[in-house]
């Protein structure tokens, strides 16, 4: 009999003093780790199988509290200790990456337009640390994966692009008189939000909102 079969076998016959049950998910973890990327359970325990004596081993209750969570976990003497592993550091770089990229992009873009790029900068440092928030209040609970997130993402830029281009209009050709034209406004913003949009969506595939 295949191992994933009786593995199956014994989770399934194994009785939980909490009532806990398989969920039919069996995750070979021979390198140590495993990820269960879809509709992950907000309380769980983690049964562990040992193919060579048939031993099983389970863990505490435990508490998802992202929905990228991570656990780590460690086998002392029979006894399984999982603990949550919170990676606040990735998270401020990941931030701090996303922010000043796009002022790179936006200023940088300002100054090739002609534009002073203090008005520029700091309606963006307010519309971006509003994105990230918002950004990791949906990863935080939905993840940042799939054809949602991405248009999520896409709706918030666009209503960035509404309120930075209501910004400019009145703004820009107040504070750089050599560029009056509205329409010159308008483009810029929509570049400026198009390169930074493309730029975010290309970096959450490389560094992902976790």
Not at 196 to 210: D, E, Q
Request: proline share 5%.
């Amino acid at each position: 009999m295949p191992a994933s079969t009786r593995a199956a076998y014994a989770m399934a016959a194994y009785e939980d003093p909490d009532g806990y049950y398989l969920l039919n998910e069996i995750f070979y973890c021979k390198d140590g780790s495993f990820t269960w990327g879809y509709m992950p359970p907000d309380t769980f325990k983690v049964l562990l199988w040992f193919p060579d004596t048939g031993e099983l081993v389970c863990s505490e209750s435990l508490n998802r509290f992202a929905f990228a969570s991570v656990f780590q976990g460690t086998l002392s003497d029979g006894v399984l200790k999982v603990v949550p592993v919170r990676n606040v550091l990735g998270h401020i770089l990941s931030f701090l990456v996303r922010l000043i990229l796009t002022l790179v992009i936006e200023v940088g873009l300002a100054f090739l337009f002609g534009y002073d790029f203090w008005p520029v900068l700091k309606i963006n440092l307010i519309t971006q640390i509003g994105l990230n928030i918002a950004l990791a209040l949906y990863v935080h609970s939905s993840g940042s994966g799939g054809f949602i997130f991405f248009t999520i993402y896409l709706m918030m830029e666009l209503f960035i692009f509404l309120v930075e281009w209501g910004y400019y209009h009145g703004r820009l050709p107040e504070t750089n008189p050599e560029h009056p034209g509205k329409f010159r406004v308008f483009l810029y913003a929509l570049l400026a939000n198009a390169l930074s949009f493309g730029a975010g969506i290309l970096l959450s595939m490389i560094w992902p909102l976790s």
